[in-house]
Structures are given as C-alpha cells and as structure tokens.
C-alpha cells in the first residue's frame, strides 16, 4: 500500500476508494458518547498540510489503544478511504500502529518536495539579508535569523488563508522579498534596505500568533497574540533586538546617516502600516514610500 | 531671462522673487468686476504640468490683448513672480507676447526630458507588445496601437492624482508592464500574455474620460465619459476590436486553444475589475490571477 | 390522486400527510453511501417553482432505474408527502414513472395560469414597444424581441430573490413598464421611450446570467455571467445590436434628433446605472432623470 | 422698471446688468464693520423661493433706514443688478421703500403660478383624503387637514434639497400621492387606504422641524425638531389624533376590521419606517408592503 | 436528589452524569416524526435563566402524558443528566411529575438570590426616584413605577445579550442608576434629575418588546415592539403618563423653571438618542450632556 | 487696564469693544505682502488655552521690533480689541511690550485657578497610585511620573477636541481615574489595580505626539507621533520602563501571583484597545472587562 499525505488520499478518494498508508500526529483524542449513549473514541489526525477525523467505535480492537493516545502520539493509519457525502473523509477497514522514531522525524520535516521549497526560501531570505547595506539594518536582521530563525521556519503565515502551514511565513516573506528585488530598481525613491528589512519583520509577530511546535501540527492559540496582537508583537520584538544592538554598537552606530532613531522609527512604521488602514488592523497607515510598497507587495502575494 | 516651466518658477518662487520667462497656453480667458465694479480680466494660463492664474487690471497696457485671447492663444509671459500668501503664484511688472509657430510646437511637445521619458516609455509598450506569442491578443495591441497610439500619447492617466499630465497615462501603462515582466516568472501559474494586454487595456476608457487634445492642455468633460465610465468604454473598445479582427481571422482563430471567446471574456474580465471592488466602481471583483495581480500593480503604481 | 405542482405540495403537507402526484424534471442523480457504507441515491427533483430531495434506498424497487436517471429524465412521482421537521418535504410509499411526451411538453410549458400571465406580461411588452415613437429605439426593441426573445422569455430575474423562477425577467419587465407608463405623465421632464427601453433593457444581461434552458428547470453558471458581469453583458448586447442598426439604417438615422449617439449613450447610462450605487456594481450612479426613475421602479418593482 | 422674483433676476443677471423691481422681506439686519473699521449694514433679503444679500455703506443714503429694519420689514428693492464673480448677485444704483400691506399680501402669497399650484395640489390632497374607505383612517386625516391645514400648506419639505419652499410639503405629498394611486392597482395586496394615509402623514412632523411662518419667508430651528426630530414628531401627532378621535369614536370603532389598535400600529410603522433604513434615521425597517411602497414612492418624487 | 437549576446542572454534566431534579415550565411539546416515520413528542422546557430540550419517545411511560402538556404545565424533572456532544443537556432514566401550586409558585419566583437581588435593586430604584427634586420629573416615575411595576419587573433587559432573563431590565436599570448617583458629582454640568429619569425610562419599551408573562418564562414577539420599536413605543409612553399628569397638574406645573414642555422634550430627547447613532436606530443622536452620559453608561453596563 | 486671558477677551469682545492687556507667547512672525505688494507682519499670540492673530501694518510704529520677535519672545498686548465678522478678534490702537521674567514665568504657569485645578488633578493621580496594591503596578506607576512626570503635567491630552491644552491630559486622566474609583465597587469583576494604571498609561504616547515645550505653548508635530502613532508609543513606553523594574526586581517579582507576564501582557491590552475598535486606530479590540470600562470611561470623559 502507498504511503500517501493526507490531501493526496482526499484528493484521489473524490473518484473512489483508496487503499493507502498515511503517518499523523493525533492532535487529540476524546472520549464521546453516541446518542444511544454508547462510548466511542474521536480522533483528530492532522499531517503538515491537512487533518482529519477518526471515530473508533467501542468494538473495534484498536479502541483501548487508541483511546489512551494523546498528543504526543503519531501513528500510521492503514486503510481504504472513502469520501463521506456529509462527514467527509472517512476511513473503513484500518488499522493503526505507531510510527518509529525515524518515520517520525520524516513526517515533521514535511514531505521533501515542501522541504526542499522551504529551504530555498529560507536560503534566499539569508542571502538577500546578506546584500544589506546599513550596518544596523544588517545587523537586526542576523540577530533576528540567529535568535528565532528555527521559530520563523516553523511559522505558518495565517491562521486559515494563505500559506497555513509549517514554515508558511518563509515562503510568504521570500516572495515578497523576490518582489521586492524585482521592483526596487523601477522605483528609485524605495530605500531597498528597509524595504527588505521591513519585509524580513513585517509578520514576525505572528511567530507568536501562528507558532507551530517543533514536534507537532497543533496551532495553538497564544496569549500574547489574542491580548497584543501580532503588529504590536513585532514592534515589541524589533525594539528589544534594537536595544541590545545599539548598546553594544554605540560608538559605530552614533554618528551614522541617517541617525539610528530615524532608521528605528522608519522600520517601526513598516510593521505598522502593513494592514493599511486602521479598519485592518494597523494602528497608522503608510506614510512613506517603502511603507506603501510593502503594503501592495504583502497583499499581491497572499491573494496570488 | 531664463526660459522656464511654470513647476520651475513656482518651486524657485518659494525662496523670493524669480525673474523668469514662460511659455503658456491661454486656457480661458474671463472679463470680470472687482468688488467696487471695475472691470478686470482673469486668464488661465498652463503648460504640460502646472496652471496659474493671471488677474489683468483694466490700466495694464496689455489688457485689450489679454482680453481679446482665446484658447486657441499661445503666449510668452516675462514676468517678476512671487508666491503670494493668498493667492499663490502672482505676476509682476510683466509683459506678453505671442509664441512663435516654433515655440508653440515645442511647448506643446512638453519638456525635452519628459519628451523622452515618455517616448521611452511608449517604445517600451510597442516592444513588450511583440513579445506577446497568442497571435490573437497581439492582433488586437497591434490594432489599438495604430489606431488609437496618438491619443493614447495625449492621455492623461487621472485627472487629479497619479500621472495627471498629458502622456501620464503612457507612463503608468510602461510602468505597469515593467512590473509585470519583473513579477511573472515569480508566479508561474500567471498567464503573462494575458496580463500584459490586460495591463494596455485596463484604462483605455480613459482615453475619452481623460483625453487631452492635440493642441492644448486643457481636458474637457466628455459625454461618454460621464454616462457610461471609463471601464464601461475600455470594454466597448476591446470588444469592437476583436469584432473587427474576429472577422478578418476567422479561419486562422478557429481552433486555436483556449477558445477566442474564452480569451475575449478573460480579457474583458481584467478590464471590468481592475478597481478591484463594486465600491470603488468595478461591477466585477476580480477572480483570475492575472485579475487579481493588474489590480494589485495598478495600485503599486499609482500609490507610489 | 391529484396532479399538484411541488409548491402545492409543500404548502398541502404542512398540515399532514397528502397523497398526490407530481410532474418533475430529475435535475441530477447522485449515488452516495450512508455513513454505515451502503449505498443509495439521491435525485433532486424540480418543476417550475420549486424542488425537493428524494433519496432512494438500496432495496427500493425503483433503486436500479433511478440510478440512471440523468438531467434528460422527466418522471411522475406519486406518493404520501410529509413534511419533515429536518428533512423538509419527504415521500413516503412512492412510484415512479416517466412522463409521456405530451406531459413533459405541459410539465416544461408551466402551470396554466403562470403560463397565461407571462404570456399577458410578454403580449404587454410587445405592445408597449410598438407605442416608441423614436424609431432608432422602437428598431432595437424589435431586434431584440426577435432575436433573444425567446430566451428572454425563459429567463428569471434573479437567482434567489424576487422572480427566481423560468419567465421572472418579463414578469418583472411589463411591471416595471406598467409603473412607468403610470407615472411618466407626472413628470413631464422624463423621455418616457428613453425610460421604457431602458427598462427592456436594463437586465437584459440576465439572459445570459439567470438563463433556463429550452427544456429543464435548472439554471447553470455562465463564465459570462461570472468573468463580466449581467450589467456589461447588457451593454455588450445593446452596443451589439445599435451597431447593426445603425449600419443598415445609416441614411434614416443620420439627421434625426437628438444625435443617435447621444441616444445610444443615454440608453447605455440607464443599463450601466440601474443598481444606483457602485458598492451595488453600477460602474456609474444615475445622472439623468430616467436613470434615477428606473433605479427606483426597478426597486420598486423587486420589493412588492 | 419689472417687477420680478429673486430667482427670476439671478437668472437674467447671468448675461450681464438687470433693472428690475423685487419684493423681498428683510430676514435680518446686521451691523458690521469693514476691514478698516468703517460701519456698515447687511440686510438678508428673501422672497418665496430665493434670498441675497444687501451690504449698505454707511455713506448710502438708505444706511439710517435700513439699519433700522427687522424681520417684520417688507420692502421693495429697485436696482442694477450685476453677477459678482465671488459674490453672487448684487445690487447696485439701488433704492428702497416699504411694501404697501397690499404688496406684503401678494408677495407671502407667492407667485401666482406657484400659489395656482400649490392650491391644486391642496385640493387634491383633499379629493383624494375624501376617497378614504376606512371611517378610522379618514376621519384622522380629516381631522389633521382641519386643526393643521394652515401649517401644512406653510411647510417646506426639506431644509435643503427637494422642495424647500414654503408649501413644498403640500406639493411633495400630492406627488406622491398621485403616484399610489397610479401604482395601487397594480399591486393588488397594497391596502390603498393606508397607503394614502401613511404619505399624507410621512413628514408631518416636518410641520415643526420646517416650518415657515404665516408671515415670512424664514425658517428658524425648532426645538422640538432638534431634540426629538421630525419622525417621533410625526408618530406623537397621530398618536395625539388618534387618541382624541378614538375616544370620541368608542363604539363605532370597537368592533371594526381590522382592530384598531392594528390600524394605527401599521400607520404609525408607515412613519417610524419611511427613511428604509436606521442609517438614515428610521427606527425601524419598512416590514409591510406599504411601508415598502411608501419608501421608495418617496424617494422617487424626491430625486425627480 | 438535589433540586438544582437548569444552569447549574448544565454546569455539573459537564464533568460526568449528574443525578438531580428540575423544576421547569413546559414552553411547549410538538408532536414529531423521526426520520423513519415513528411518533415521538418533544417538550420545551424552561426555568428563569436557562432551557433544554426533552425528547419523549413513544415507548415511554410518560409519551400519552407528556403528549398533552400545554405553555401551563410546570413539572418536576428527575432523571441522570448528560451533556451530548451534538446535542447538548440530555436526560436519561427520567421520570416527571406536576408541580404543586407552591413549587409552581416557588419557581415564578425565582432563585432565592436571584430574587433578592431583583429586590434589592428594585428598592434602589424606587428610593433613587424618592431622591428626584422636580415634581413633574418625581410625579412622572411615581406614575409609571405605579402603572407599570410589575411589567417592568418581569421585563427581560435584552432578547440575547446581556440581562436576558426575567427581571434584567430591572437589574440593568438600577445599575446605571448606580453608576449616574457615582458620577453625576464629577459633572457639576449634569442635570442629576434628568439623567436619572432617562435612565428609568430609556428602555421602557421593552417592556413591550422583551416582556414575560407573569407566569411563565417565554418572551412572545409583539406586534407594537415589531412594527414600531421600543424607542418609539417608549416615548409614546412618556408622552401619554405626561399628558395626564400635565393635564392634572395643570396650575402646580405652570410657573415652573425650566418651563415643562422643555423638560418633556429634553426627557424625551434622553430616550430617543440613547443608542448614539442612527445606525443603531437611535432616530437623534445625543446633543445634550445628559444623552451623552446615559448614551455611555448604558453602554458601559451592557458590556461589562 | 485690566489683564485678561485670550479666552476672557474674545468672551467680552462679543458685546462691544474691549480695552485690556493679555500677556501671550509669540507663536510666530511671519512676513507678509498686501495684494498691493505692501510688506506687513502677521503674527500668531498663543497663551494657555487659546490663540489670535495680530496683522502689523508697516507704518505702525512697532513694525520693526514684532518683525523681529522669535518663538522665544513674550509680550504684552494692550489694545481695544474687537470682533470682527470676518476675521474674528482684532486688536486696534495696540501697543507692545516685551514680559519682565517674573510676568513670563507666570504666564507659563498658566491662570491661577487652572493652575490649581491641575495641580489637584495631578495631586490626586498621585495619591490614587499609592493605592494601588500590587508591587509591580505600582512601582510601574512611580517611575513613570518620576521619570516623565514633569513632561506629562505639560501635555494635552488632544489636538483639537477634548482638553487640548497644556495639562489637559492630566485633567483627562484625574478624571477617568475618578470615574474608576466611583464605579468599580459596582462591579467586583473588575480588578481597580490595573484599571487605575490602564488609565494613568492608556494616552501617555502623547507625551510625545500632544507634547507641549516647557516654555511655550506650540504643539510641534513629532516624527514618532507621525510614524507609529500614540498607541505604539504607549506600548514600547510601558515595556521599557517594566524591563528596566523587572530586571531590578527580578527576585521580589518572581513568584508573584498573577504571573509578572500575565499582568505586563493585560496591561499592555488596555492601551491598545483603549479605542475599542480597528476603525478608529486600536490594533486590537477590548477583551477584558478592565479594557471595555476603560474604553467606555475614556469616551464618557472625552464627550462631556
């Protein structure tokens, strides 16, 4: 039987019934009743791009072992898929057993053909970091990558719309930045280093709103994004990393052009104006070139 | 006395008096009464990127020429300018003469620089045109351009915002484009042929709405424009063309894939959203890629 | 048992069980699996005003023979109807067979008495057109009524709202004509054939949009209706047939006033303005006086 | 020298000086001073349909006199008048003299036209009034036209847009009156009686928001306007008619159909919901098909 | 077995099988079909602040009894409560049984708390009024308090969100009072006597809209609160307690400062802007300071 | 001859001329040219809470010392002063002379009684915050008015609206807090500690965006009001001082309940949703109880 993801056998069981193989963490697992007042166990299963539901009835052998399951459980489900009219996808005839610390590890380093997408990404937004001109723009960016590089890959760039996914806010902010590239000599009034450094920022707050954990699917829902915000997140985060850099470079820095609090100040304004208008969110709208750029460039690749 | 533009002097007027020469058009000419009922005269001068106001006292020697003018009148006026607090730019202590059938030409034909930016410009659309490979959608630029070319180089792209000067709608349609070719490789799944001639096309309406004439810099109010908008004649323009070129290819275009009409509803389907929302007065959103990235370009371009 | 239509039904059922028979289109057959994996079908049902589900079980005598129905199928169905408090209307004890030709041919032409009126309203149409005095819009009117009359006849106004229904447009077309005919005399500033044409003309972009076909009950999606638009269908349309017009009657028209131009552009402004205001996808908001009327007729007409 | 309106000279001042004779009342009277501190009077003059204004210098021989003047003042004003570019219509040459109570009479009875006018559309409401089936919603009208008649025919129907001019409301509702009855028959489930009643009763609380005094031509603010505004103005009326009639009617209405208390409800649901929606400051949204009728009728004649 | 609530069992179930008794009204019991045509009666069951569903099939002892239960039935429910994951509060084992006339009697009233703090806040209002210094204002809440008290007492503050049991309105009325008492001292501006009648009467026309029967717990919809609203049926309220007092009162209120028909409209203005803005059906927005202050505070207590 | 302020001046001048002394800060001096080219100066006066304009004609004996006066200049004005239609107040037959510092000095320190009106303010903000029970709030509280007390004393708590002038965002927040202090006993859900330091930090980014200087009373515009708006500036403000407390007390704060970072991340959400909605400029919308009453008591003070 092939090993297939979850969205290939959605995909395939749409003309029929497929036999397949496929490697998921169980999100959860909770004990229901039937309206007949008969216990069962519900499973969510989720890979790197899609999830779905698993009922085990109480008869069915794998019930006790499945109803111990928690998070920290990732399995291989064996079985002939079916597409439900009204449930969806749906499993007939399976079989479960969990997965070895090998398949594991493959399963959340993604399948290699987006693994491979995301490490390009991610080598791109290095290099291109590396063409930095200003010192402390440059520097911002390397204390950035260095200190929560491995978070930002595992970052999805939404919730629900565009790149939802592990690593989904690399592959955004590359393209953006590839954009950027492009477009940058057309418009010789943009500042290319803060524009690409405003890119690299722009959604970091959202490496608390969207985090994924290392070892799972599972987004959870922070406290810091629901109270804060992820603009306010990110402005938070490039002030700290601001401090501590201008401390430790203050004599180099001092007497730069333009001064350093401009710089400071006109990165902040790119994360904030991102949105556009206050009705999406953003407390000012953008009033300088690079912010209005960013913001068209942000809102082209995501509905692209 | 230098020669200058009316944007030269009004930006060197800030810093003090300028002593300066400047070729105009009379847009208007208006007899009118100071508040204690003495006659005066009050002309509208312009050129290419600026207008100002011109008040001619009753005891100016010039005030029976002045007052005799038209808009078919050209002028040279030398003149002490000086910004005032109130009334802006003001003239003093100056005299006007008719333009030389020479110097009329050469004003009409705008700044040597911007007269080559924007040749540049419109060799830029008819190059990229023949990079077009669908024989039908570069039939149909071909067409517009021999048709249409002249007026398109008269066109203003706004009437107060981006571009609002003759040729400006050449320069945002070249821009436009520039963008295009940039981004496309980066979204394989655009189709650049199609996005390109969406690009031309997308405010061709404004060639009635926006038109500046031959011979002068004044853009009228046009009937057209006013009943029916300028999406709804950029569609119109598109469909009478391809009706045209429809009927003399018929056999080449036949079985040629996708279908004509396909492409020709593609095509209209670009020009009728690239507003991108029914508030701001496309009576389609956009649901292609290509629909989606003219509208996004199109703001990039006129934002920045 | 009586023949009623599915309304009726409907209507019958809520208080108890009715026995009666129905004339139906089968509008699509869909095998699908209940959620302990057996299988069954599910037919969608339609007649002129309405629709409902049957779903027809394994062991139903008539389970084989509706699983090859298709949307070319016209049956009688008679059983006891209930109305479900989940389900909505249910059959209960049904038969099937399929109509006879001369049946499908009353099925598909509508129940007398709508028959009768659409035919009244068509026959009203008609005859307000002949009352036009400018011949250019008496001459379009009577290309149209000939060449997409027919069409116009099977078209509904809307998807959902007011008049969904096969012959909904010139149900909706005479009243909004017999308003206007109405209230024209109180206001003498309005072109009364300018506003009746308009109001002809004003969906006539629905023909495409909300089409029903020759011989069936179920409206598909048109890639005009979705890529352009009904409203600049309608211009397409009346730009389409002025064109020919005008060609064939160049002499007649070229001397008449006002100009055919102004007439073919105020005539496009009734269709562009009708839904009043952009956010409701009028690429123009209304500027003359029978654009402002037939807005609110229209509304008028869609709220009653 | 002609005796004519306010707005008849503004429109002949347009192509240049106009003698004419108006008569006008003094609004008011207000002393001013000139930039150089000189005193000097501005008289706000008004007839039934327009209004200038007068600046005396203090060196014109009328200053005593019209300084002296009130908004009892009604005065004849013989003149030059010229278009000022800046300062619309003035006077020049002029003189002044008091109005004879016989040319006070004829100028606040308006130009005879428009008094022929409004008498029509007076008798009309009050033909129409008398075709009123139901015995609860004609005597409430009855009784309205008696106790406030003279107001009503005084009133404005707006402060600004259509039809602000004394007895604009008589004019309005006559309209709209004219219409329903046009319209009713072809919407047979209209109720006609209530219909009526509800557009003669719309914008009766106008009879305090704009209203005109019996002997002038300035409408000053209201309280009661700006505190409750015009349509809980409207709903307290028929509340305080409907509660005298009711009890002098006691047993002639008691076992009426439909109920009373339904009656007024519906009308007073015809009032509440007239602007269509909350936005435009109705407290409920139109839920009958008269409420429905009403509003649109409304909005019809208002935009005409 | 405990006698609980609705709500604290739905509490309990939520972490395992609850064995209690429940005192409700039947709302209502609807004969039904399940999907395979058998008979089974479901019951509507509501206490103060909380209601289930019971559905009885007919294999149960109690189906005949439950079958004739009517809005007037009040029972004991005794059973094992679960809470169903689709379908919520389900009870097992059950059994029911008529209230007695004091349990009937005990359950009107409500939970002891609950009762007491209605009290208390009722006592509050009525000894905030006593605190009221101008005798129309005074006379005009000792009317209403005495006309209507027990209406206004069973009165829901809102059909959903906050307040919405019996009683709210009378919780949420006493609260703002509160809060007018804590603050009216830091507005020396505010006219305390007015705000406080505002706040009493703002909402009064829910005691039309939101009303609960004396003894039951369903909120019926009322043909005044739909076709008018409880804006306008609130001030129809006020306005017809005035009049009568006025009329009584016709000497004592005569001389008094500020002048009545003043105060009747300020008060009237209190409720009419108490929404803010006329998207939110306020017919005026506030344009006093009292309107203000209500307008806030009665936010402020519906939020928190 | 009496020294008054602006606003006393402008008051009085209503009813007549006026002949005073106001001491004032020159705002600026700007040279002007007469429509007849004739030189004048204008110059802008300001004083605590309201400016004028004073046009210095070049024959006036002062021409030559107000053409030199700077921002830095003070001077008392004693003239007749009138108000003129036009131009609002002017003075006439004016002298000046520059402030001794002890007159300056006391003009800065504003009017005596809103002097001590905000001195009371601030004093009561003070006290209040030693109310506030837990540590870590409280010591926030005190660095912050220790350190940026003075410049909070001098800023405005608007540009236009509400409190705009120097100390206006002391009396705005004494007063809100006030508010706070009286209505949080009526809602034990509240918790007052972080709604009283919600109040003292929710507008302190205007420190830097309403910013008056120490010795004038210009508002400048500020390039980090500009860029990130007053809400950002909060936040980055309140995280900067709690890192600095946090690391000195990294001990005493480490076991606190609740956690340090829970109340940091709560109080941070009361300033960014302290306008309650995306639309008018919040990143995120209240979510705690302390957030919606700091919302409502913030508008409740702005609008009375």
């Known amino acids: 039987m092939d090993l297939l993801t979850l969205s290939e056998i959605r ?3 749409q003309s029929g019934p497929v036999n397949a193989r496929v490697h998921v963490q169980v999100e959860n697992a909770t ?3 039937t309206r007949e007042q008969k216990p069962y166990c519900e499973l969510s299963l989720a890979d790197a791009c899609d999830r779905m539901t698993l009922r085990v009835w109480s008869d069915h052998p794998a019930y006790k072992a499945c109803s111990e399951m928690t998070a920290e459980s990732f399995v291989e489900l064996a079985a002939e898929f079916h597409t439900h009219s009204q449930y969806g996808l749906e499993a007939q005839k ?6 070895t610390p090998e398949e594991k590890a493959a399963l959340l380093g993604g399948p290699a053909d987006l693994r491979a997408k995301q490490k390009a990404d991610s080598d791109f937004i290095a290099q291109t970091v590396k063409s930095i001109v200003d010192p402390r723009l440059r520097a ?7 200190e929560w590089g491995d978070r930002f890959r595992r970052t999805a760039a939404a919730r629900n719309y565009h790149h939802a996914r592990r690593g989904g806010l690399v ?14 000599p057309l418009y010789p009034q943009l500042n290319v280093d803060l524009l690409l450094v405003g890119i690299l920022f722009h959604d970091c707050g959202k490496l608390w709103e969207n985090a994924l954990p290392e070892s799972g699917f599972t987004m959870g829902y ?7 915000g992820h603009i306010s997140i990110g402005l938070e985060l490039v ?3 601001w401090r501590k850099l201008s401390a430790e470079n203050a004599n180099a820095w001092r007497d730069l052009v333009p001064a350093s609090e401009d710089v400071r100040l006109h990165l902040l304004h790119l994360i904030g104006a991102h949105h556009g208008e206050a009705q999406f969110g953003s407390p000012v709208s ?19």
């Open 239 to 241: 002030n700290s990393l």
């Open 11 to 13: 995909r395939a069981a």
């Open 222 to 228: 922070d406290e810091r994004g629901e109270l804060i």
């Open 94 to 99: 399976w079989t479960v057993r969990p997965l």
């Open 31 to 33: 004990a229901k009743l």
């Open 140 to 146: 911002l960016c390397d204390a950035f990558l260095k």
């Open 286 to 304: 953008p009033k300088t070139p690079e912010a209005m750029a960013l913001h068209y460039i942000d809102n082209l690749d995501a509905r692209l």
């Open 171 to 184: 592959e955004h902010t590359a393209q953006m930045m590839r954009i950027a590239v492009e477009i940058a």
